[in-house]
């Protein structure tokens, strides 16, 4: 019977230290996946905060294309404006010397309506405008009504 007693014992021992054994495992089991599930919680919270912060940056960014879009088309109607009123100015020039070899006072009123255009159009970029001197439109009257004259002469 001792015997039988010396191997319940040892069972008994066997046991209490595998139940020891397996606690101490569970425990340091526990401890890494309490630690794992901190990390992972972690990441989380690092993740949605990068995620934020990625989407923020996106929207800026979708922003700042529509914006740059909208600046670069104003300039080409700027540009273009631009190009138009030199045009204008032109055409202005050579006007004026149609004008000052045959002057009349139909050509005249049209170079009048011609600078008022011109100079809204150079009003709305925010150039500078035609001036055109008083005498330009007087002399140039006189020299019409003597031309009419002369015709009906």
């Given amino acids: 019977m001792i015997p039988f007693i010396f191997g319940a014992i040892g069972a008994a ?4 230290a595998g139940t020891f054994v397996t606690h101490a495992i569970g425990e340091s089991d526990r401890q890494a996946a309490k630690h794992h599930k901190a990390v992972a919680n972690e990441l989380c919270h690092k993740y949605a905060a990068l995620e ?3 989407n923020e940056l996106a929207d800026k960014s979708k922003q700042q294309i529509i914006d740059l879009t909208f600046q670069h088309a104003l300039d080409e ?3 273009d404006c631009l190009r138009l009123a030199v045009r204008l100015q032109q055409n202005l020039i050579s006007l004026m010397w149609e004008i000052d070899r045959e002057p009349t006072e139909n050509a005249l009123k049209k170079f ?14 925010n150039e500078e405008l035609i001036s055109v001197p008083s005498d330009y439109y007087a002399r140039n009257y006189i020299a019409a ?9």
């Fill in 52 to 54: 934020k912060r990625y």
């Fill in 77 to 79: 109607v700027e540009k």
């Fill in 13 to 16: 021992v066997g046991a209490v």
């Fill in 112 to 125: 009048v309506q011609a600078v008022e255009l011109t100079n809204h159009v150079l009003n709305q970029v």
């Fill in 145 to 153: 009504c003597k031309q009419r004259l002369k015709s009906f002469s």
